[in-house]
């Protein structure tokens, strides 16, 4: 037994480690509510596995061999309570889960606004191969692979793919969702806890997929001014032409930003459906 607790003590925090940075971690109310959504869920099912497992180590130990108490009923075939027993406790559990799953898809709404006192950031999101562009529309910058946003304040995603549908994914702040060409998704997220959260892409894309990764930095707002001080600064412009060569498949690509953004180049990006940027770029002169 003593060893039975090393072995337990060792294996627990190992096993354990890997939920810092995952659902099981939440940092935000969206997914602190999604994490809810998973206990609740997961206390309705062990109400029937628990009991189950219980009565299966007791009829088999009542109906070993050596028991002679144990009535032997080899012409049994049916029993009207014991199917009643049978099918109503797994339909109450699925009617219980389901509802708990579908009242929380209701709450949880990706366009549902997060009410708030201060003025929501809005990000656009780009799914480029293999890489990520955030543009902050009301602010006039865009950065690839690395997005910084002020803790405490709602973020307002629209998302949309440069050609292969993607996934939008941060762990810790809650829900992932979609990009597709030519169509925008819209997903509202905040961060309560200031820190650095990983992101990357839940859907496979091809052979860069493995590096389509991003970090969310959320940062006080005296930090957040800093930061947009320093995008500002430096960097270059992000027009039809440097969207066009940033559009061109590479992975692994380092965190950038841009001093400045063209105007509705969201817009035009998904308007351009499913052409790639080069091949926009020569037959539309929006982009320039």
Not at 61 to 87: C, H, I, M, Q, T
Not at 155 to 183: A, D, H, K, R, W
Not at 236 to 257: F, I, R, W
């Amino acid at each position: 037994m003593r060893y039975h607790k090393a072995v337990a003590l060792f294996v627990c925090p190992v096993l354990l480690g890997g939920c810092k940075e995952g659902i099981l971690n939440p940092k935000g109310p969206i997914a602190f509510a999604e994490l809810q959504i998973l206990v609740n869920s997961l206390g309705i099912m062990l109400a029937i596995v628990i009991p189950t497992i219980f009565a299966i180590v007791a009829v088999a130990f009542w109906y070993r061999a050596s028991n002679r108490k144990a009535r032997y009923l080899p012409d049994f075939v049916y029993s009207g309570r014991l199917e009643l027993l049978v099918w109503s406790i797994p339909a109450m559990t699925v009617m219980l889960v389901g509802s708990v799953a579908w009242v929380g898809a209701h709450d949880l709404d990706p366009r549902k606004p997060i009410p708030a006192v201060v003025e929501p950031v809005t990000v656009q999101v780009v799914s480029l191969d293999w890489k990520w562009l955030f543009i902050y529309p009301q602010l006039g910058i865009a950065s690839v692979n690395h997005m910084v946003v002020p803790v405490g304040t709602p973020v307002n995603f629209e998302l949309t793919s440069s050609g292969v549908m993607n996934s939008f994914f941060v762990p810790q702040l809650g829900s992932q969702i979609y990009t597709m060409s030519g169509m925008t998704t819209h997903l509202w997220l905040r961060a309560d806890h200031a820190g650095r959260y990983p992101g990357f892409s839940a859907n496979y894309s091809g052979e860069g997929f493995s590096g389509m990764r991003f970090t969310l930095d959320a940062v006080p707002a005296d930090q957040f001014a800093k930061w947009l001080a320093m995008a500002r600064g430096g960097g270059t412009v992000l027009d039809g032409a440097a969207y066009v060569n940033l559009a061109k498949p590479s992975s692994d690509v380092q965190p950038t930003t841009y001093r400045s953004v063209v105007p509705r180049l969201f817009e035009n990006i998904v308007g351009s459906g499913m052409y790639s940027g080069f091949e926009l770029s020569q037959s539309d002169s929006h982009f320039h």
